[in-house]
C-alpha cells in the first residue's frame, strides 16, 4: 500500500511509502499557501526534477569523466596519474549506471524511456569511435574495457537486487542476513589468501625487520575470482585443432618429408621461412618491417610427393600446408658439431673491450678449503623469461609449473632456490631486461651488446626464441647502435627463432600488433595452426637441447667431439595481458619442459633461470588495488642450480663473504633486482674464472641485509618498499 498526495494546480499525484505519517503532509494547491513539512519537502524537489534533465546531467558527467580517464602521452605519465584515471572511469560508469537504473526503476514516458536507451547506447559507441587505441598514448580500447568490466556486473547486481526486493517481503532483513555471511566468508578467504600470498616453492616471504616490506595494505581481492573470470567473454582458451594430421619431418641430410595424413590432397605446398638471425637492425623494426619482411621473403613451393624435397642449410622452420592445415616443422641447422669456431671482432669482444669490474679469482685456488677441483666444468644455461608475471601470479596461474619446480629440490644433483623479495626497476620490460641483459637501466652506452654476445664471446654456443615476432636488441637498446645495417644476431647468436611467430594468422600483418583479440599480447588464446604458440616454441627448445647434448664419433669426419656449454633463452608473452588469464594455457607445456630436464639429468650441469621482467602493468587489480601495485614491481625468479655450484657458492662466501650465512637463504629474503640477475649472467660466463666483483653483485654472493631502494638502484617512483 502507499499514500497518494496530490500536489499542485494540475492534482499531479506522487506515490509515498507504505507507512508514511499523512498527518506530517498537507494537500495544497495554487491557491492556497504551500505547506510541507521539511521531511518532505527535499523529497518532493527531488521527484520533480524533470527525468530528461537528470539523465542529461548524467550524461554529461560521464562523458566528461570518461574523456578525461583518456589523459595519457607517456608510461611515466600513467604510472603517475593511474589512481586520479581509475576515478575518473569509476565515476564514468556511476553516472551511466544512475541512467540505467532509472530505466527500470522509476515512471518513465515511452519516449523517453526509447531517447534513455538511444542515450546509452549511443555514449558507449562514441566512447569506443573517439578513442579505441591501445597504446600508452592513445589507450581508448583499455579505457572501454575497463569502463564495461565494471559497468556489465554491476548494473547485473544492482537489476538483479531491484526485482528480489520488487518480489520478496522483507527483502532488507534476508540482504542483511546474506551480507553479514558474505562478509565473514569474505573476510575468511582474503585472510587464507593473504596467507597463500607469502608461499614460495619452498618456503615464503618472511617478516624479518628491517628487510623490505611491501607498502600499503597487500589485500590479494584478485583471488576471490574464480580463474577464467576476467576473459570468459573472449572466447575458449583452447586452441581448434587443424582438421588433418599432419605428419613431417625434416632429416640429417635436410630432406622434408610430409603426410597429409590423407589421400588425394592436391594442394600441399611448403613455405621455407627466411632465417632471421643475420638481418641488420633496420630489418627487425617491430613496428613497422619486421613481419612484413619475413612474409615478404618467405617462400612457397610445391611439394610433389615421391620427389626429394630438399632444404637450405640455413633453413630453420618451414610451414607445411595440407590444404586448409598447416603445421610449423623446425630443426636445428647446421648442426652445433659443424659450427665454425667462432671469433670475436676485435672491436666488440667482450672479455677486452669492456672495463673489468674488479680482480679475478680462479676457483683452483679455493681447492684446498673447497676440494670440489673435479666438478669445475662450465654450467650450461637457459633463462626462460616470460613477461609480466609477478610472484603471486606464477604461483595463480601456473600451478602445475609450481610443483613441478618444488620437486627440483634434489640435495646432491641440484637445488632450487626463489627471491621473494625480487623488485623490478622499472614500469616495463624496456628497463627490467636492459638491466638484465646488458647491466644497464637506461641505455647509455653506445653499440650495448646482449648478454648473449657475452656467452659467445667466451666459447658457448647461443641460441635465442622469440614468440612475440620481435627482437630484443632492435627494440630495446637499438637506438644505441651508430650502424643500422649491423646484424647484432650475427654477431651474437649462433641460432635464432622468430619467423613462424610473425605468420598472419597469429601475429597482424596490418594495424596494431598490441591488439586485445589477436596477437601476441591479446587476452584470447594465442593459437597458431591448431596448437599453442608457445608449443611450437617449447618443439624447438627440446631440439635444441637434444643437439647440444649429442656426443659421440658418428660424426661426419669420424672424430669426437667435446661437447661446448650452450647458454639458450627464450621469452614467452602470455602475462602480458589485461585480465592475467591466458597465462594458464602456458602452464601444461611448461611444466612437462621442467619436467622432462629434470627427469633427463640435464639440470646437474645446467643452470635453469625461470623469471619475469615485471608483474602485470594493467586490468583492474594493478588499476585500483594496492595489492595490484605490489605484485607489477614483484615478479616471480627462481633458478635452479647443479649441486657442485651450490656448495662452491656457499663454501665460497663462508671462506671468503662478509657475512657467514648460506648466499641463497640471505638472497631469498633480501632485496634484489634484475640487475643481480645480470651479475649471475656474466659469473656464469665466465666460469671457472670469474670477476670478484661481478661475484659479489651476483645471486651466489649474499646481498647486504636491510638494502634499500636507493641501493639496489630501484628509483623512488617504483619503489615498493618501507
Same mark, same amino acid.
Given at each position: 500500500?502507499?499514500?497518494?498526495?496530490?500536489?499542485?494546480?494540475?492534482?499531479?499525484?506522487?506515490?509515498?511509502?507504505?507507512?508514511?505519517?499523512?498527518?506530517?503532509?498537507?494537500?495544497?494547491?495554487?491557491?492556497?499557501?504551500?505547506?510541507?513539512?521539511?521531511?518532505?519537502?527535499?523529497?518532493?524537489?527531488?521527484?520533480?526534477?524533470?527525468?530528461?534533465?537528470?539523465?542529461?546531467?548524467?550524461?554529461?558527467?560521464?562523458?566528461?569523466?570518461?574523456?578525461?580517464?583518456?589523459?595519457?602521452?607517456?608510461?611515466?605519465?600513467?604510472?603517475?596519474?593511474?589512481?586520479?584515471?581509475?576515478?575518473?572511469?569509476?565515476?564514468?560508469?556511476?553516472?551511466?549506471?544512475?541512467?540505467?537504473?532509472?530505466?527500470?526503476?522509476?515512471?518513465?514516458?515511452?519516449? @523517453?524511456?526509447?531517447?534513455?536507451?538511444?542515450?546509452?547506447?549511443?555514449?558507449?559507441?562514441?566512447?569506443?569511435?573517439?578513442?579505441?587505441?591501445?597504446?600508452?598514448?592513445?589507450?581508448?580500447?583499455?579505457?572501454?574495457?575497463?569502463? &564495461?568490466?565494471?559497468?556489465?556486473?554491476?548494473?547485473?547486481?544492482?537489476?538483479?537486487? !531491484?526485482?528480489?526486493?520488487?518480489?520478496?517481503?522483507?527483502?532488507?532483513?534476508?540482504?542483511?542476513?546474506?551480507?553479514?555471511?558474505?562478509?565473514?566468508?569474505?573476510?575468511?578467504? &582474503?585472510?587464507?589468501?593473504?596467507?597463500?600470498?607469502?608461499?614460495?616453492?619452498?618456503?615464503?616471504?618472511?617478516?624479518?625487520?628491517?628487510?623490505?616490506?611491501?607498502?600499503?595494505?597487500?589485500?590479494? !581481492?584478485?583471488?576471490?575470482?574464480?580463474?577464467?573470470?576476467?576473459?570468459?567473454?573472449?572466447?575458449?582458451?583452447?586452441? =581448434?585443432?587443424?582438421?588433418?594430421?599432419?605428419?613431417?619431418?625434416?632429416?640429417?641430410?635436410?630432406?622434408?618429408?610430409?603426410?597429409?595424413?590423407?589421400?588425394?590432397?592436391?594442394?600441399?605446398?611448403?613455405?621455407?621461412?627466411?632465417? @632471421?638471425?643475420?638481418?641488420?637492425?633496420?630489418?627487425?623494426?617491430?613496428?613497422?618491417?619486421?613481419?612484413?619482411?619475413?612474409? =615478404?621473403?618467405?617462400?612457397?613451393?610445391?611439394?610433389?610427393?615421391?620427389?626429394?624435397?630438399?632444404?637450405?642449410?640455413?633453413?630453420?622452420?618451414?610451414?607445411?600446408?595440407?590444404?586448409?592445415?598447416?603445421?610449423?616443422?623446425?630443426?636445428?641447422?647446421?648442426?652445433?658439431?659443424? &659450427?665454425?669456431?667462432?671469433?670475436?671482432?676485435?672491436?666488440?669482444?667482450?672479455?677486452?673491450?669492456?672495463?673489468?669490474?674488479?680482480?679475478?679469482?680462479?676457483?683452483?685456488?679455493?681447492?684446498?678449503?673447497?676440494?670440489?677441483?673435479?666438478?669445475?666444468?662450465?654450467?650450461?644455461?637457459?633463462? &626462460?623469461?616470460?613477461?609480466?608475471?609477478?610472484?603471486?601470479?606464477?604461483?595463480?596461474?601456473?600451478?602445475?609449473?609450481?610443483?613441478?619446480?618444488?620437486?627440483?629440490?634434489?640435495?646432491?644433483?641440484?637445488?632450487?632456490?626463489?627471491?621473494?623479495?625480487?623488485?623490478?626497476?622499472?614500469?616495463?620490460?624496456?628497463?627490467?631486461?636492459?638491466?638484465?641483459?646488458?647491466?644497464?637501466?637506461?641505455?647509455?652506452?653506445?653499440?650495448?651488446?646482449?648478454?648473449?654476445?657475452?656467452?659467445?664471446?667466451?666459447?658457448?654456443?647461443?641460441?635465442?626464441?622469440?614468440?612475440?615476432?620481435?627482437?630484443?636488441?632492435?627494440?630495446?637498446?637499438?637506438?644505441?647502435?651508430?650502424?643500422?645495417?649491423?646484424?647484432?644476431?650475427?654477431?651474437?647468436?649462433?641460432?635464432?627463432?622468430?619467423?613462424?611467430?610473425?605468420?598472419?594468422?597469429?601475429?597482424?600483418?596490418?594495424?596494431?600488433?598490441?591488439?586485445?583479440?589477436?596477437?601476441?599480447?591479446?587476452?584470447?588464446?594465442?593459437?597458431?595452426?591448431?596448437?599453442?604458440?608457445?608449443?611450437?616454441?617449447?618443439?624447438?627448445?627440446?631440439?635444441?637441447?637434444?643437439?647440444?647434448?649429442?656426443?659421440?664419433?658418428?660424426?661426419?669426419?669420424?672424430?669426437?667431439?667435446?661437447?661446448?656449454?650452450?647458454?639458450?633463452?627464450?621469452?614467452?608473452?602470455?602475462?602480458?595481458?589485461?585480465?592475467?588469464?591466458?597465462?594458464?594455457?602456458?602452464?601444461?607445456?611448461?611444466?612437462?619442459?621442467?619436467?622432462?630436464?629434470?627427469?633427463?639429468?640435464?639440470?646437474?650441469?645446467?643452470?635453469?633461470?625461470?623469471?619475469?621482467?615485471?608483474?602485470?602493468?594493467?586490468?583492474?587489480?594493478?588499476?585500483?588495488?594496492?595489492?595490484?601495485?605490489?605484485?607489477?614491481?614483484?615478479?616471480?625468479?627462481?633458478?635452479?642450480?647443479?649441486?657442485?655450484?651450490?656448495?662452491?657458492?656457499?663454501?665460497?662466501?663462508?671462506?671468503?663473504?662478509?657475512?657467514?650465512?648460506?648466499?641463497?637463504?640471505?638472497?631469498?629474503?633480501?632485496?634484489?633486482?634484475?640487475?643481480?640477475?645480470?651479475?649471475?649472467?656474466?659469473?656464469?660466463?665466465?666460469?671457472?674464472?670469474?670477476?670478484?666483483?661481478?661475484?659479489?653483485?651476483?645471486?651466489?654472493?649474499?646481498?647486504?641485509?636491510?638494502?634499500?631502494?636507493?641501493?639496489?638502484?630501484?628509483?623512488?617512483?617504483?619503489?615498493?618498499?618501507?
Amino acid at each position: 500500500m502507499s499514500t497518494t498526495v496530490y500536489v499542485g494546480k494540475s492534482n499531479d499525484a506522487i506515490s509515498l511509502p507504505m507507512g508514511t505519517d499523512v498527518e506530517h503532509v498537507r494537500i495544497f494547491d495554487s491557491t492556497s499557501s504551500p505547506y510541507v513539512t521539511k521531511q518532505w519537502r527535499r523529497y518532493i524537489a527531488i521527484h520533480y526534477i524533470p527525468k530528461p534533465i537528470l539523465i542529461i546531467v548524467l550524461a554529461i558527467v560521464s562523458i566528461l569523466s570518461y574523456l578525461s580517464s583518456l589523459q595519457g602521452g607517456s608510461l611515466v605519465y600513467i604510472n603517475e596519474h593511474l589512481s586520479i584515471i581509475g576515478l575518473e572511469l569509476v565515476v564514468s560508469v556511476l553516472s551511466l549506471t544512475a541512467i540505467t537504473v532509472m530505466l527500470y526503476a522509476s515512471r518513465m514516458r515511452k519516449g @523517453t524511456r526509447q531517447g534513455t536507451i538511444l542515450l546509452i547506447a549511443s555514449i558507449c559507441v562514441a566512447m569506443y569511435i573517439y578513442d579505441h587505441g591501445e597504446r600508452f598514448e592513445h589507450h581508448g580500447f583499455y579505457n572501454i574495457l575497463v569502463f &564495461l568490466a565494471i559497468y556489465v556486473p554491476l548494473n547485473f547486481v544492482i537489476a538483479i537486487f !531491484y526485482t528480489l526486493w520488487c518480489k520478496i517481503d522483507n527483502f532488507l532483513a534476508y540482504f542483511a542476513v546474506a551480507v553479514a555471511v558474505g562478509g565473514v566468508s569474505t573476510g575468511m578467504a &582474503l585472510v587464507h589468501y593473504r596467507r597463500v600470498f607469502d608461499i614460495g616453492l619452498l618456503g615464503k616471504f618472511e617478516n624479518i625487520p628491517g628487510e623490505c616490506h611491501w607498502v600499503g595494505r597487500n589485500i590479494p !581481492y584478485v583471488d576471490l575470482l574464480p580463474a577464467g573470470t576476467q576473459n570468459f567473454w573472449a572466447g575458449s582458451s583452447y586452441c =581448434k585443432s587443424e582438421s588433418l594430421i599432419i605428419s613431417a619431418s625434416i632429416s640429417a641430410d635436410g630432406i622434408l618429408a610430409v603426410d597429409c595424413g590423407k589421400h588425394g590432397i592436391k594442394d600441399i605446398y611448403v613455405d621455407i621461412l627466411p632465417e @632471421t638471425r643475420m638481418w641488420p637492425l633496420q630489418y627487425k623494426d617491430m613496428w613497422h618491417t619486421y613481419n612484413h619482411l619475413v612474409l =615478404k621473403k618467405t617462400i612457397r613451393l610445391p611439394y610433389i610427393s615421391g620427389t626429394p624435397f630438399v632444404l637450405d642449410s640455413k633453413t630453420q622452420a618451414v610451414v607445411v600446408r595440407c590444404g586448409s592445415s598447416s603445421k610449423i616443422v623446425t630443426r636445428v641447422s647446421p648442426p652445433y658439431r659443424n &659450427l665454425p669456431e667462432y671469433i670475436p671482432p676485435s672491436d666488440s669482444d667482450t672479455r677486452t673491450s669492456q672495463p673489468s669490474l674488479g680482480t679475478t679469482v680462479t676457483p683452483a685456488a679455493f681447492d684446498a678449503v673447497a676440494g670440489l677441483q673435479a666438478e669445475f666444468k662450465r654450467p650450461n644455461v637457459i633463462f &626462460l623469461m616470460i613477461d609480466a608475471v609477478s610472484r603471486r601470479q606464477f604461483f595463480r596461474r601456473l600451478p602445475k609449473s609450481a610443483n613441478i619446480m618444488r620437486t627440483l629440490e634434489r640435495p646432491g644433483n641440484h637445488r632450487i632456490f626463489e627471491l621473494f623479495r625480487y623488485h623490478s626497476v622499472g614500469f616495463s620490460t624496456d628497463n627490467n631486461t636492459r638491466a638484465m641483459y646488458t647491466g644497464d637501466i637506461l641505455p647509455v652506452r653506445r653499440n650495448p651488446l646482449p648478454i648473449w654476445a657475452y656467452y659467445r664471446d667466451r666459447g658457448y654456443v647461443t641460441a635465442r626464441v622469440e614468440t612475440g615476432c620481435d627482437d630484443w636488441t632492435k627494440e630495446y637498446v637499438g637506438r644505441n647502435f651508430d650502424n643500422k645495417h649491423f646484424s647484432v644476431g650475427n654477431r651474437s647468436l649462433d641460432y635464432e627463432l622468430t619467423s613462424p611467430f610473425c605468420m598472419p594468422e597469429y601475429f597482424p600483418d596490418t594495424g596494431n600488433p598490441f591488439g586485445n583479440f589477436k596477437g601476441p599480447y591479446s587476452m584470447t588464446a594465442r593459437c597458431l595452426y591448431g596448437r599453442y604458440v608457445h608449443e611450437w616454441a617449447f618443439d624447438y627448445l627440446t631440439q635444441l637441447r637434444r643437439e647440444f647434448r649429442s656426443v659421440g664419433s658418428d660424426h661426419a669426419d669420424g672424430q669426437s667431439h667435446s661437447r661446448k656449454p650452450y647458454m639458450i633463452s627464450a621469452t614467452f608473452l602470455e602475462g602480458h595481458e589485461g585480465t592475467g588469464e591466458v597465462l594458464n594455457t602456458l602452464d601444461g607445456a611448461l611444466s612437462a619442459f621442467i619436467e622432462s630436464m629434470r627427469d633427463s639429468g640435464e639440470l646437474e650441469d645446467t643452470v635453469l633461470m625461470i623469471g619475469a621482467d615485471h608483474g602485470l602493468h594493467m586490468g583492474l587489480n594493478f588499476a585500483f588495488l594496492q595489492n595490484g601495485r605490489i605484485e607489477h614491481q614483484n615478479p616471480f625468479m627462481a633458478m635452479s642450480i647443479p649441486e657442485w655450484l651450490h656448495r662452491f657458492a656457499e663454501e665460497y662466501q663462508n671462506e671468503y663473504g662478509a657475512e657467514k650465512t648460506s648466499p641463497f637463504e640471505a638472497n631469498a629474503q633480501r632485496l634484489t633486482t634484475p640487475l643481480e640477475t645480470h651479475y649471475t649472467f656474466r659469473v656464469l660466463a665466465d666460469w671457472p674464472q670469474f670477476d670478484v666483483e661481478s661475484w659479489r653483485r651476483s645471486l651466489f654472493a649474499a646481498q647486504r641485509a636491510g638494502r634499500t631502494c636507493s641501493e639496489a638502484q630501484i628509483g623512488a617512483n617504483f619503489c615498493m618498499c618501507k
